[in-house]
């Protein structure tokens, strides 16, 4: 078996970094001529996702785990992915802690605008940047707007704004009873055109004529139920279902989608479903193994 079989049969259905190949081969060939091989064979046996991480194959169902900080995208080359689709683990001590309970068993932290930067310049222009946030209350209502501002000032446009109404859930905590989280949606630039305008195709049926924004009309909100809290891998799982329908208005099949915050897998559970390539990025190795067993990965490229 050739080198270039003998990569392919190793990695194959996984992420895998140069350095895992340099790992595994280079006893028995040179550095240069494992490159060489790969190189030659991106976009047929390989996709490149990132400064030396690759895609073992060009499926449509391909997931790429990395075990790493969301917040350093380094890897992932400039304009290199169809969309952003990610739930931050916010830091908000009050709205975490009730009485004995923590709502928030993982580390947290606040965006800062460089955050928003490297989205931005991970992100294609046109392409959708969506952001769960958690339902204003008196602690968090700043911090919400400075989300907003940051977003701004990194070069992302304001597009809608859609509640997600969690099915029956009703929380009591707080001042109010609660049962919705915001799904806050960006453009970087001027988003692209993903639907035909129906009235110019009627009008002139030879030329296609695209609207820009999403593939359909947003809905007025996203009533999805969240999954059980017996059945979820993290607290802040969100539902499948929830995440398909955000991938078909938001992106087309074959694209890229990425989860800095992956938690429990759930967005690349979705792109599976949905025939899309998913880079998750995951900083708990608890959770990183939680998402290998979910999704059936062979394992995660560790940063």
Known sequence: MG??????????????????????????????????????????????????IYFANTDAESVALIEGDGRDLSILKDCSVDCIITDHPWADTKSNKGGNRSFADYEAFRYTVEDFKEKARVLKDGCFLVEFLPAENESNFNYLYEIKKMAEEAGFLYYSKVAWKKGTFVSNTGRKSKNTEDVMIFTKGKCRAMRPDVKKD?????????????????????????????????????????????????????????????????????????NRLCILFEKAREFVDKISERLQLKGAVAI
């Open 202 to 274: 009627l009008a002139d049926p030879t030329t296609k004529h695209y609207m820009s924004g999403s593939a359909e009309m947003l809905p007025a909100c996203f009533d999805v139920q969240p999954p059980a809290k017996k059945e979820r891998l993290h607290q802040a799982e969100k539902p499948a279902g929830l995440m398909e329908q955000l991938l078909k208005l938001l992106t087309f099949e074959g694209e890229i989608v990425l989860d800095q915050f992956a938690g429990s897998g759930v967005v690349g559970e979705a792109c599976m479903k949905t």
């Open 3 to 52: 080198l270039k079989n003998s990569l392919i049969e190793t990695f194959k259905g996984m992420t895998f970094s140069l350095s895992d190949a340099y790992e595994k081969f280079a006893s028995h060939y040179p550095k240069e001529q494992i490159r060489a091989r790969i190189y030659e064979s991106l976009g047929v046996a390989f996709k490149r996702i990132g400064k030396g």
